[in-house]
């Protein structure tokens, strides 16, 4: 079982609608990220978050760190907003180390 | 402006090569990451780097190798080693130990053996 679970795998929506990807994780994390990758493959990072809740434009980003679940919400999807998204969390392996777990991710076409 | 550059974007090898993927950055990060992606699968950590001349395998780090000479350049060398080395190849850097801050990926490079 994977460390880092992301829900739908798939997804597609019309223009206009409200999406929601969840994203569980099963070990314990100092931080979670949101990523988007888009067909070209270059990854941008969207939220980091270590509790409560981050917005930033039409994207939510949520954290609840008791039940090891985080949401991307998206309002008012638009074409452009199709990509891969991506849940990573950063775990502590050691001394000062950290890494990144990565998700699967959810693969979103909002059509027009 | 500042960034991430992996070259080139796609890339082609006959199987026994080595090839080596570059990466570049001038956002003065002092830590730099290679990933690996297959499809159906999340990033894989290959090596990594904190500090100029120090880097340090990650989880799938067999049949590649790193240099770090210069804080700017991360590059990555698939080996004839790597059994399975076709495979989507992400390079990363962050300020300082990678979460803290938030890491910037560069484009990725596509590798194909044939």
């Known amino acids: 079982k994977n460390e880092v679970e992301q829900s739908p795998q798939n997804l597609t929506a019309q223009e206009g609608e409200f999406i929601t990807i969840n994203c569980s994780y099963s070990v314990g994390i100092s931080a979670l990220h949101w990523l988007q990758q888009h067909p070209g493959g270059g990854i941008v990072s969207l939220f980091m978050?270590?509790?409560g809740k981050k917005k930033h434009g039409r994207l939510i980003a949520t954290i609840n760190i008791q039940e090891k679940h985080s949401s991307l919400h998206i309002t008012a999807s638009h074409p452009r907003d199709s990509a891969v998204y991506i849940c990573?969390?950063?775990?502590?392996?050691?001394?000062?180390?950290?890494?990144?777990?990565f998700g699967t991710g959810t693969l979103l076409a909002v059509q027009p | 402006d500042g960034g991430i550059t992996q070259s080139p974007k796609y890339l082609f090898r006959k199987e026994g090569q080595n090839v080596t993927l570059s990466c570049e950055q001038n956002?003065?990060?002092?830590?730099m990451y290679w990933y690996r992606q297959d499809p159906g699968q999340g990033l894989r950590l290959i090596y990594y780097?904190?500090?100029?001349?120090?880097?340090q395998k990650g989880d799938i780090a067999e049949g590649y190798s790193v240099s770090r000479e210069k804080k700017e350049s991360f590059p990555l060398t698939v080996t004839s080693a790597q059994k399975n080395p076709t495979a989507f190849y992400l390079c990363a850097s962050s300020p300082g130990i990678l979460g803290v801050a938030e890491a910037f990926f560069g484009q990725g490079t596509r590798l194909t053996v044939v």
């Open positions: 990573a969390v950063r775990v502590e392996v050691g001394g000062a180390t950290n890494k990144l777990i």
């Open positions: 780097s904190q500090i100029v001349n120090d880097f």
């Open positions: 978050l270590s509790s």
């Open positions: 956002l003065n990060h002092d830590a």
